[in-house]
């Protein structure tokens, strides 16, 4: 059984507090992904907090009326009126966002989390036909490498394989959506076969050895 490395509390509580978004934010954005209620009673393991460089960015969104409602539309007391959270997802097919798209994959819902993890797959993966400056081709690199830090730090905090029935089945589509997304941002295959699919059948000492190779594109 594949296990994690560590557990994962808040933002930037291995980061640097010299960020620049206010805690006020921080809190803001945890209490909105997050459910105080436990719904699943802990059938699923907590979701890592996003880092403090995609906190910024999704600050930076959130200015933005409709992006602010459609994350908010994250929160738990929606689920309800609407448990898919299908408003937000809608509104990141239409506008490929990678804000609500990086949001949802901290959210408390592992469905919603393979949800975002999909679509910042498909943001990815529509990057040739992006037109851009040069500094904004710096900012996406920045981006980018942003999503591999947290996806990688999402492989540390989280077990791998939990035990169950459904709920398994869920989380071990949850864990390879993340390590197909970091495949993706980094411009690797190491969870597609010789057949064209996807891989399940890594062993723990193969995605450690997948996670330095991840790691080896973010640079010294």
């Known amino acids: 059984m594949l296990v994690a490395c560590g557990t994962d509390t808040g933002i930037a509580q291995q980061e640097d507090r010299a960020c620049a978004v206010p805690v006020e934010f921080e809190r803001y954005v945890n209490a909105t992904l997050s459910d105080s209620t436990d719904l699943f009673r802990g059938a699923y393991p907590p979701a890592t907090a996003l880092s403090c ?13 409709s992006v602010r409602t459609c994350f908010e539309r994250l929160s738990r007391r929606y689920w309800s009126e609407d448990p898919g959270a299908g408003m937000t997802f809608m509104y990141i097919h239409h506008h490929n966002s990678f804000p609500l798209a990086i949001a949802a994959t901290a959210h408390w819902n592992e469905d919603h989390r393979i949800h975002g993890l999909r679509a910042l797959e498909t943001y990815r993966l529509m990057r040739p036909m992006v037109c851009t400056t040069e500094a904004g081709y710096v900012k996406l690199q920045a981006q980018d490498s942003a999503t591999v830090r947290y996806l990688l730090r999402v ?66």
């Open 53 to 65: 460089a995609l906190l910024e960015i999704l600050q930076e969104a959130l200015v933005d009326d």
């Open 155 to 220: 492989l540390e905090t989280t077990p791998h394989v939990i035990p169950g029935s459904e709920n398994s089945t869920i989380h071990g589509v949850y864990m390879l959506e993340v390590m197909r997304a970091l495949d993706l941002f980094t411009d690797r295959a190491h969870m597609i076969d010789h057949e064209n699919a996807m891989s399940v059948r890594s062993s723990e000492a193969e995605v450690r050895a997948y996670m330095a190779d991840w790691r080896k594109w973010l640079g010294p």
